[in-house]
């Protein structure tokens, strides 16, 4: 569980080369010798790893005390007196600080020309269906990285592998890919996220959205009230919970029925600003202190189970455990819910939510998009949903983008995994309008 689960895995060392009938006898001591060698060196790789993260343990604790500030009990730097909790849009508070350079509002960061190659030649493999290419030309560079200076260490190279890894679902592969990044720039790691996945992922055009803000307390009601109203429409739903501050357990025993509500209804949810409730949350609790109620700790904990954040989950869930003296609830994962970090320049019923693959003829979708941006001075894509573009299908969005943008019209594609923002930048999309990837 955590940070423990590190350390109880297995070596898994390469397989010793086979050796053919006719192989010389004598080669068989030196191949031993090579495979006991590897066996070695891949036993102290994992050594090396889990002595690293005790040091990082032992570090927060000191870190801890010294401050004397609220730790949440998962993964997460803890907030020094004096540090703003919520976001200003240049950096992401506590939980959202899963990410290890945060971009806050700037736009997708140029890459060095000796990574610019394969940064293309994989988003471009990825977009015509080819991610085992695509991580294999990764892996390679970052192996050729390895002996590199740190200046010339590119982070574009492992944000495009992390989320090759979420895209396809495989979070042993990222998890260890964590443990190196870690270690190769002595900074946090991304953490693992869920991505929204239904029945309704073809979907595409203007969501409705709602703004949760102000106080999260009693005077809530109001707001959710017009929450349930908006969420008996069909489609996919955008909920702001960025604005919500001033946590008090009635307003999170408000909030908490309206989220069971919303995915009870099989309606699909962008959530953005999950993370950093989830932060202005865990400072409010202290382990062991239960007079005020289970409300605000469940809360939190259906945060995390929006955010994907499994282990960060489990953890909470036995700080539960502890306060309360009751069985901790288990880890269900939500199916139909994508996250985000808010985005204050656009209001949420203006974004394009863009379907999670554009593929082949994107007539209608560009149709729809032109229908939208007629009258509009910009026009604001919202991209957390979207996983994949083919590559004839990215060159048709960037023909109409610039038609559009000859038009006048401002635009911006947001909260786009790195592939894809590779892809379109590969295609000159950047010059014509602003590209705003997720943050790692």
């Known amino acids: 569980m955590g940070l423990f689960s590190l350390f109880k895995k297995n070596p898994r060392p390469p397989a010793a080369p086979g050796n053919g009938a006719d ?32 040091i990082d343990a032992i570090e927060s604790a000191m870190e801890l005390d010294i401050f004397a500030d609220a730790e949440p009990a998962w993964r997460g730097r803890p907030r020094q007196a004096g540090a703003s909790v919520v976001g200003d849009g240049a950096t992401l508070p506590l939980l959202g600080q899963h990410s290890t350079e945060l971009l806050g509002e700037a736009e997708l960061p140029a890459t060095p ?24 030309m990764l892996r390679a560079s970052l192996a050729e990285q390895a002996g590199a200076e740190p200046g010339r260490r590119d982070r574009t190279v492992w944000w495009l592998l992390f989320d090759l890894y979420q895209l396809s679902g495989q979070q042993e592969r990222f998890d260890d890919l964590s443990i190196d990044y870690a270690s190769v720039f002595e900074t946090s790691p991304p953490s693992w996220r869920a991505g929204a996945a239904g029945a309704a992922a073809a979907w595409a055009g203007v969501a409705p959205g709602a703004v949760l803000g102000g106080p999260l307390d009693a005077r809530l009601a109001p707001q959710l009230e017009r929450l349930a109203a908006l969420a008996r429409g069909g489609g996919p739903l955008r909920l702001e919970l960025g604005g919500l501050d001033a946590v008090a357990p009635a307003g999170c025993a408000l909030l908490l029925p309206a ?3 919303l995915q009870a209804g099989g309606r699909e949810l962008v959530v953005t600003g999950a993370a950093e409730l989830a932060g202005r949350i865990r400072a409010a609790l202290q382990v062991g202190r239960r007079d005020d109620g289970a409300a605000a700790w469940l ?22 455990c ?55 001075g910009g026009l604001v894509f919202d991209c957390s949903r979207l996983a994949r573009i083919e590559f004839g ?9 610039q038609a559009l943008a000859a038009d006048g019209k401002k635009l911006e594609l947001r909260d786009l995994n790195h592939p894809v923002a590779a892809l379109l930048r590969l295609l000159g999309c950047a010059d014509i309008a602003k590209i705003y990837p997720h943050r790692y």
């Open 322 to 376: 502890v306060t309360f003296e009751v069985s901790p609830p288990s880890y269900v994962a939500a199916p139909k819910v994508a996250t985000a970090a808010p985005q204050p320049s656009a209001a949420a019923a203006q974004r394009f939510v863009l379907p999670a693959l554009v593929d082949g003829d994107a007539a209608a979708l560009l149709r729809a998009v032109r229908d939208h941006a007629a009258g509009r």
């Open 113 to 136: 020309p000796h990574s610019a190659p394969v940064v293309e030649e994989s988003a471009i493999l990825y977009a015509n269906g080819q991610a085992a290419l695509a991580e294999q």
């Open 23 to 54: 192989a010389d006898a004598g080669a068989r001591p030196a191949a031993a010798g090579e495979t006991l060698r590897q066996n070695s060196q891949a036993l102290q790789r994992d050594i090396a790893r889990a002595t690293a993260m005790k």
């Open 393 to 401: 299908a990215a060159h048709q969005l960037v023909a109409a983008l």
């Open 299 to 320: 809360l939190l904990l259906e945060l995390l189970q929006l955010l994907g954040r499994e282990k960060d989950f489990e953890e909470c869930a036995m700080d539960y």
């Open 259 to 261: 989220l069971h509500a």
